[in-house]
């Protein structure tokens, strides 16, 4: 995140506007100085693409919503503008399948949420 680091979007967008904007808008930009989204989404597909191949076992991996968002741009092949059209709610689970050039994106339903007592 460059210098927007521990800031909230709302927080960067107060001091740069503008650099928000183009941030948002092409996903090759860095004007805070960090990782473009294109760089990440990129980034957590080449991890994802090291995985077994059909070894049998299965991968877990908590990883902040940002994070779930990318890999599932990258399994779906989707534009990278998709990326922020994408919600990740917290305690979620995600399912990818698949390997590296061949993801699938299993949707299994909501775990039951935790009382709130």
């Known amino acids: 995140m460059g ?3 521990g800031l909230t979007l709302g927080e960067a967008m ?3 506007p503008e650099s928000v904007d183009a941030w948002l808008a ?3 930009s ?3 100085g960090g990782e473009s989204l294109l760089a990440f989404v990129s980034r957590v597909g080449g991890w994802l693409d090291t995985r077994p ?3 049998g076992g299965r991968i877990v991996a908590v990883a902040e919503p940002s994070v779930i968002r990318a890999a599932l741009v990258y399994t779906l092949k989707a534009p990278p503008a ?4 994408i919600d990740v709610r917290p305690l979620s689970v995600t399912t990818v399948t698949g390997r590296s050039g061949r993801w699938n994106l ?3 339903g909501v775990l039951a949420q935790p009382s709130r007592t």
């Open 30 to 32: 860095t004007p805070h």
């Open 3 to 5: 210098r927007w680091r």
């Open 14 to 16: 107060a001091r740069e």
């Open 53 to 55: 191949v059909d070894d």
């Open 26 to 28: 092409d996903p090759r």
């Open 106 to 108: 299993r949707l299994d």
């Open 82 to 85: 998709a990326y922020w059209n």
